[in-house]
């Protein structure tokens, strides 16, 4: 007993193994590596040069979108170059900037920061003076040390209000003596990632105990030198420190301390009485930065000249700071170099006004699912396509993340990464690129092998390649098999070129009222060429017989069908229509086909023009058309392929349409089909003469007629 089975029978594989063979072709396998490093290198954080590509795209969108002040709720009274010139150099007499302090306080401001040390005792109080002169009258010394020391005239100014005295921290050394406000710890540890400081720099023991509030003026810098977040706490000795700017926020809320939230070593926020602002794990906040503002700013000259206007400074933050001396309290920033008490101010700013900028703790995750959406989308719509999509895909994702990293910071000040993902997605489009041409590459030498292989059995071939001609022939329907019908008359030839062709023709009766015409021209000659006429043959005729009667839509399935199948890239002209024999409409289709020739007694021949469209399996999925044409009793129709117009006599000419058309206007009247057949054969072999044929020849000539 023989199995019958085939192997269509055959158990088809799981999905899971259709998935895992879909992408382990070179082209997805290629792309599916590039994604996976890049998903790495965004959850790791980015390594060196890739997180200065991801800051330099968080500058570059703070930049063209800045955050605009919708007022000056933190000022500073800036000791500018007018007042240096008003008052002399710095360092300024203390009782000089005493009354400074004394005047900011009298505006009533909600706090004064002072970004300003005063490390070492006044050298211009009288006392000190008067000593540092040595050879003095007795009287005049005595006079001078009789006079307020400047360091306790500055200290009783400071003590007059709420005010906050800078402190620095220093990487080496150890020391922290004096006040500081007490950081209350809440969570499962000490926060671990703060920047640390070994000891604090301060202002002189008098100074700084005068104040009720000390603050951290430390800002640290990115790699590259520029500032972009501002600190909450440091770690002084272990011990927890707020900066300036957190201080100042709790003697304006008037809270009597601070508190750290922790989450597994990380700072998640700080609080000053209701006040909470989230920070980074290392307690800095991004600043959302606006662009230089002067109302920001009040010259010390104004206000000790008393030029500046009674309570311009009530109810402000307010930051005395020294701003006329050149470059040296000067910092880079994204939107270009500011003072350092301007970041203060801005981050002041941004409280009150609540737009903090941040980086959420999801938007690695966000960015990482972004990346693993888009990327999987490009390596399952890329593979087999042609190269001019690679060009719009490679567009598609730097546009969608821009767009989300725009939208989450013009919205929220959320800084989302674009140019990270972007490059992930680029990398998996070169990834794709590159192994879909590899794998291209390797199937033209599969190609090329297989070629050379079956070159070396042409000569085995010979023979069957008259079989196959045999077949070819015997495929192709006759006119003795049609059932005889006194409405029509048909006949048909065709001479190969070679020993198979590339031609083709077809009709048949698809019921007993219509008759279906086609002839057709594959491109090229011999075995591939007749191979393909066979399978578009039957396709075409599968199509046909499925109950289409518009030859247009029975062109389009037919087109679908047969590319399938069209490895070698070959495509067929056809010209086919369906005939109706009761009243002689011919509903046609040429799909690149020569036009065929119509001829009626009295009348002169002429062509039948109107295309539905190219060849087959030139434009996939071409919406055909279908034209029609109305036969006159005892009309002709000659169809033809190229091989009659474009045959070739010795000189190389062509036979063209006209000697066609005059030997069709020479029948006699009457003529039947096998008639015209035989007088166009034989105008062609008269014109040929010894020459080799050029291509297949075919024609196929019916006469309708009329109804029966």
Same mark, same amino acid.
Request: overall charge negative; charged content about 20%; aromatic content about 6%.
């Given at each position: 007993m023989t199995d019958s089975s085939s192997t269509s029978d055959a158990p088809r594989p799981?999905?899971?193994?259709?998935?895992?063979?879909?992408?382990?072709?070179?082209?997805?396998?290629?792309?599916?590596?590039?994604?996976?490093l890049g998903l790495m290198l965004l959850l790791a954080g980015g390594v060196g040069p890739l997180d200065g590509l991801r800051l330099y795209g968080f500058d570059l969108i703070e930049r063209t979108w800045p955050r605009a002040p919708t007022g000056t709720p933190a000022v500073i009274v800036a000791?500018?170059? $007018?007042?240096? *010139?008003?008052?002399? *150099?710095?360092?300024?007499?203390?009782?000089?900037?005493?009354?400074?302090?004394?005047?900011?306080?009298?505006?009533?401001? &909600?706090?004064?920061?002072?970004?300003?040390?005063? /490390?070492?005792?006044?050298?211009?109080?009288?006392?000190?003076?008067?000593?540092?002169?040595?050879?003095?009258?007795?009287?005049? $010394?005595?006079?001078?040390?009789?006079?307020?020391?400047?360091?306790?005239?500055?200290?009783?100014?400071?003590? +007059?209000?709420?005010?906050?005295?800078?402190?620095?921290?220093?990487?080496?050394?150890?020391? =922290?003596?004096?006040?500081?406000?007490?950081?209350?710890?809440?969570?499962?540890?000490? @926060?671990?990632?703060?920047? !640390?400081?070994?000891?604090?720099?301060?202002?002189?023991?008098?100074? %700084?105990?005068?104040?009720?509030?000390?603050g951290l003026l430390s800002v640290d810098q990115d790699e590259d030198g520029e500032v972009r977040r501002m600190p909450t706490l440091a770690a002084v000795g272990g011990r927890p420190v707020p900066s300036l700017s957190l201080e100042m926020l709790r003697l304006a809320v008037g809270a009597r301390g601070l508190e750290a939230f922790v989450e597994d070593g990380a700072l998640v926020a700080v609080a000053a009485g209701a006040l909470a602002l989230p920070t980074q794990p290392d307690g800095t906040i991004w600043l959302a930065l606006g662009p230089h503002d002067p109302r920001r700013f009040v010259s010390a000259r104004d206000l000790l000249e008393g030029r500046s206007p009674a309570g311009a400074l009530q109810d402000r933050l307010v930051i005395l700071a020294v701003t006329g001396l050149g470059l040296l309290d000067r910092v880079t920033t994204p939107?270009?170099? =500011?003072?350092?008490?301007?970041?203060?101010?801005?981050?002041?700013? /941004?409280?009150?006004?609540?737009?903090? +900028?941040?980086?959420?703790?999801?938007?690695?995750?966000?960015?990482?699912?972004?990346?693993?959406?888009?990327?999987?989308?490009?390596?399952?719509?890329?593979?087999?396509?042609?190269?001019?999509?690679?060009?719009?895909?490679?567009?598609?994702? @730097?546009?969608?993340?821009?767009?989300?990293?725009?939208?989450?910071?013009?919205a929220r000040f959320w800084l989302i990464d674009a140019l990270l993902p972007s490059l992930g997605s680029f990398a998996v489009l070169v990834a794709l690129l590159g192994g879909g041409l590899a794998e291209a590459d390797a199937q033209r030498r599969r190609l090329r092998r297989a070629l050379e292989a079956q070159r070396l059995k042409a000569a085995r071939? #010979?023979? !069957?390649? !008259?079989?196959?001609?045999?077949?070819? =022939?015997?495929?192709?329907?006759?006119?003795?098999?049609? $059932?005889?019908?006194?409405?029509?008359?048909? %006949?048909?030839?065709?001479? @190969? $070129? &070679?020993?198979?062709?590339?031609?083709?023709y077809d009709f048949f009766m698809v019921d007993d009222r219509h008759l279906f015409l086609a002839v057709g021209d594959v491109t090229g000659k011999g075995v591939p060429a007749s191979l393909f006429m066979a399978l578009g043959k039957a396709l075409y005729k599968s199509c046909v017989l499925r109950g289409d009667s518009d030859p247009a839509a029975i062109t389009r399935t037919a087109n679908l069908e047969i590319s399938?199948?069209?490895?070698? =890239?070959?495509?067929?002209?056809?010209? +086919?229509?369906?005939?109706?024999?009761?009243?002689?409409?011919?509903?046609?289709?040429?799909?690149?086909? #020569?036009?065929p020739f119509a001829v009626l007694p009295g009348e002169q021949p002429r062509l039948i023009e109107g295309s539905g469209g190219p060849p087959l399996c030139v434009v996939d999925e071409f919406a055909y058309e279908a034209h029609d044409y109305q036969m006159r009793p005892g009309e002709l129709l000659c169809l033809v392929t190229d091989g009659v117009t474009e045959a070739m006599n010795p000189a190389g000419e062509l036979l063209g349409h006209d000697p066609v058309l005059?030997?069709?206007?020479?029948?006699?009247?009457?003529a039947g089909a096998a008639a015209a057949l035989a007088s166009l054969r034989e105008a062609v072999a008269r014109f040929v003469g010894a020459a080799e044929p050029s291509d297949d020849l075919t024609a196929l000539t019916v006469r309708w007629n009329g109804s029966a």
């Open positions: 799981s999905a899971a193994r259709r998935i895992v063979l879909r992408f382990a072709k070179p082209g997805r396998a290629a792309g599916l590596g590039a994604l996976a000791i500018d170059e $007018a007042s240096l *010139q008003r008052f002399g *150099q710095w360092p300024w007499p203390r009782n000089l900037v005493a009354r400074l302090v004394t005047r900011i306080l009298a505006d009533h401001p &909600k706090v004064l920061g002072i970004d300003i040390l005063w /490390s070492e005792p006044d050298r211009l109080s009288p006392a000190r003076w008067a000593d540092g002169e040595g050879d003095l009258p007795p009287a005049l $010394a005595s006079e001078l040390g009789a006079l307020p020391d400047h360091d306790t005239v500055l200290a009783s100014a400071i003590a +007059a209000g709420p005010t906050v005295l800078g402190i620095v921290g220093l990487r080496e050394g150890a020391g =922290m003596t004096g006040p500081l406000t007490p950081v209350l710890v809440r969570g499962d540890g000490p @926060p671990t990632l703060l920047p !640390e400081h070994s000891a604090l720099l301060r202002s002189i023991q008098a100074i %700084d105990r005068a104040a009720p509030g000390h939107l270009g170099p =500011m003072v350092g008490a301007e970041l203060h101010a801005q981050l002041l700013e /941004s409280v009150v006004e609540g737009r903090l +900028a941040a980086r959420p703790r999801w938007a690695p995750w966000l960015e990482a699912g972004s990346l693993l959406v888009v990327g999987l989308a490009l390596i399952l719509f890329l593979p087999g396509r042609r190269l001019r999509w690679y060009g719009p895909a490679g567009l598609v994702p @730097p546009l969608l993340f821009g767009g989300l990293a725009v939208g989450a910071w013009t071939l #010979e023979g !069957e390649v !008259e079989a196959a001609r045999r077949i070819q =022939m015997g495929s192709l329907p006759l006119p003795s098999g049609l $059932a005889a019908d006194p409405r029509f008359e048909l %006949d048909v030839v065709l001479e @190969p $070129a &070679k020993e198979v062709g590339g031609d083709l399938r199948d069209n490895s070698e =890239m070959l495509f067929i002209t056809l010209f +086919a229509g369906l005939l109706d024999l009761d009243t002689g409409r011919l509903v046609y289709c040429n799909a690149g086909h #020569e036009p005059a030997c069709l206007a020479a029948l006699p009247r009457g």
